[in-house]
């Protein structure tokens, strides 16, 4: 399913482009301080390390000032 409508109910910000991918985000490193939001629906339950993905994902996420 396309999550740019739930996205868009979730946000208050206007979304312009939204990147999905196919990972496994506790092997395959995200980009470092590259994306606004990392959206995830009703995925966290099938990873096998979570810590290592919520750190993957955390690093992934550009730093607010």
């Not at 999550?3 to 946000?11: E, H, M, N, V």
């Not at 939204?18 to 959206?39: H, M």
């Not at 990873?47 to 955390?58: F, P, R, W």
């Amino acid at each position: 399913t396309c999550a740019l409508p739930i996205l868009k109910k979730k946000t208050k910000t206007k979304v312009n482009v939204i990147n999905s991918k196919k990972l496994d985000l506790s092997k395959d490193k995200l980009p470092k301080n590259k994306y606004d939001l990392v959206y995830l629906h009703g995925i966290i339950q099938h990873v096998d390390h979570v810590g290592k993905a919520l750190k993957n994902i955390s690093d992934s996420l550009k730093k607010m000032e």
